[in-house]
Every structure is written in structure tokens, then in C-alpha cells.
């Protein structure tokens, strides 16, 4: 109701200043692990920022903090559902193509199996990319297609993972993905998880 946001509004003014985005228009989505920060827009929702979400196998997960969602829940009878959904990690991994390159392949992996039907992932080079703050990073896009949709799946997915700040042992990485090819998706699935993935930055 429109009292209980005005009451939060008011509440809000009075916590310290949120983080800034740098795409206008954005909300920033804190990851306090991660010490970053990166863009998302309006219309999707936050998750408490230490939330953690896994994906894969409890013994060997993808998991990742900072997580915002697009149309989360949108699958009836499935609250985990979502159109998009993207946060941030760390890989272990001694440069960081190799971490962006074998964090989009598992991620793909873990993400898109259907049983023990694994997606097929066409996976693009890791490509050098300069985050805000001239912070160097490696950025990788797949397109993976999903084995067997169900009646909520899209057949396809687009993927951005970038990794950065390795020391030799691992990296910070941010992943994103989202629907493609299927009714309300968003309206420029690949470009949106690009501009996300090059907001990513360290919090001030």
C-alpha cells in the first residue's frame, strides 16, 4: 500500500546514503563479500545482499552474494523462479580468462542441466575489458540451450561472467544471465547482462 512506502521512504532518509549507480536510471546492488558493488536496473528485486544462492551439486556449487532477480517467482508454484538473475563470487583459477572461461562453463553446467542432460553452450573468447576505476578484467558471453525446457524454461539463455583482481590463485567474479527467446524476457537480454557486468566496480 502506498502508506507503507511512504513510511519506509521515510525511514530510508534517515539510514546512511545508499550507493550511487553509475548507469542512470539503475539501482546499485551491494555485495559487501566481495567488497563491490555493480548496476541493476529498476524492476528487479534485491536480495539481502550476504543472501547466499547456490547452483549445482551441494559439494561443489556455484554460489553467489550481491544477487538481484528479474520476475522472480514468475513460474507458478515455483518462488525460485526467475526471468534473469545475476551476483557476484570468487573462482579459484590462476588468470582471469581462465576463471571467466571455466566460471561461465560451469555455471552453464550446473545452471541449465536437466538431469544428467547437460546444456549446450556456445561460449565466446574471453575478451579483456576495463571495469570503472580502470580496474582490468576478462569478460566471457555464452548462449546456452537448454536440454530439455520445461513448460516455464526458455530454449535459450544468454550468459556474462567477468572476472577480475586474480592474484594468482583466484579472482572476483560477476555472473549474470537471462532468458532469451521466450514471452516477457527482457526486452535485450544480452545487452542488459553486458551493461550490468561493466558496472561491476569495488565499493567505495
Given at each position: 500500500?502506498?502508506?507503507?512506502?511512504?513510511?519506509?521512504?521515510?525511514?530510508?532518509?534517515?539510514?546512511?546514503?545508499?550507493?550511487?549507480?553509475?548507469?542512470?536510471?539503475?539501482?546499485a546492488?551491494?555485495?559487501?563479500?566481495?567488497g563491490?558493488?555493480?548496476?541493476?536496473?529498476?524492476?528487479?528485486?534485491?536480495?539481502k545482499?550476504?543472501?547466499?544462492?547456490?547452483?549445482?551439486?551441494?559439494?561443489?556449487?556455484?554460489?553467489?552474494?550481491?544477487?538481484?532477480?528479474?520476475?522472480?517467482?514468475?513460474?507458478p508454484?515455483?518462488?525460485?523462479?526467475?526471468?534473469?538473475?545475476?551476483?557476484?563470487?570468487?573462482?579459484?583459477?590462476?588468470?582471469?580468462?581462465?576463471?571467466?572461461?571455466?566460471?561461465?562453463?560451469?555455471?552453464?553446467?550446473?545452471?541449465?542441466?536437466?538431469?544428467?542432460?547437460?546444456?549446450?553452450?556456445?561460449?565466446?573468447?574471453?575478451?579483456?575489458?576495463?571495469?570503472?576505476?580502470?580496474?582490468?578484467?576478462?569478460?566471457?558471453?555464452?548462449?546456452?540451450?537448454?536440454?530439455?525446457?520445461?513448460?516455464?524454461?526458455?530454449?535459450?539463455?544468454?550468459?556474462?561472467?567477468?572476472?577480475?583482481?586474480?592474484?594468482?590463485?583466484?579472482?572476483?567474479?560477476?555472473?549474470?544471465?537471462?532468458?532469451?527467446?521466450?514471452?516477457?524476457?527482457?526486452?535485450?537480454?544480452?545487452?542488459?547482462?553486458?551493461?550490468?557486468?561493466?558496472?561491476?566496480?569495488?565499493?567505495a
Amino acid at each position: 500500500s502506498s502508506s507503507t512506502s511512504a513510511g519506509s521512504a521515510a525511514t530510508s532518509s534517515t539510514a546512511p546514503a545508499a550507493v550511487s549507480p553509475i548507469v542512470p536510471g539503475w539501482q546499485a546492488v551491494p555485495v559487501p563479500k566481495r567488497g563491490a558493488v555493480y548496476d541493476a536496473p529498476q524492476d528487479w528485486t534485491l536480495e539481502k545482499p550476504d543472501n547466499i544462492i547456490g547452483f549445482g551439486p551441494a559439494d561443489d556449487p556455484v554460489t553467489m552474494t550481491g544477487v538481484s532477480v528479474y520476475q522472480k517467482g514468475f513460474c507458478p508454484g515455483k518462488s525460485s523462479s526467475y526471468r534473469a538473475i545475476a551476483g557476484a563470487t570468487a573462482r579459484k583459477g590462476p588468470s582471469d580468462e581462465a576463471v571467466a572461461t571455466q566460471t561461465a562453463q560451469r555455471f552453464a553446467d550446473v545452471a541449465y542441466s536437466v538431469g544428467d542432460r547437460k546444456p549446450q553452450v556456445a561460449m565466446g573468447p574471453a575478451e579483456p575489458v576495463q571495469l570503472p576505476g580502470g580496474i582490468a578484467a576478462s569478460r566471457v558471453t555464452a548462449t546456452v540451450t537448454n536440454p530439455a525446457p520445461g513448460p516455464c524454461d526458455a530454449p535459450t539463455d544468454a550468459v556474462t561472467v567477468i572476472a577480475t583482481n586474480n592474484d594468482g590463485q583466484a579472482s572476483v567474479v560477476f555472473i549474470a544471465t537471462a532468458e532469451q527467446n521466450a514471452p516477457e524476457t527482457l526486452p535485450d537480454p544480452g545487452g542488459t547482462l553486458q551493461q550490468m557486468a561493466m558496472s561491476f566496480r569495488r565499493a567505495a
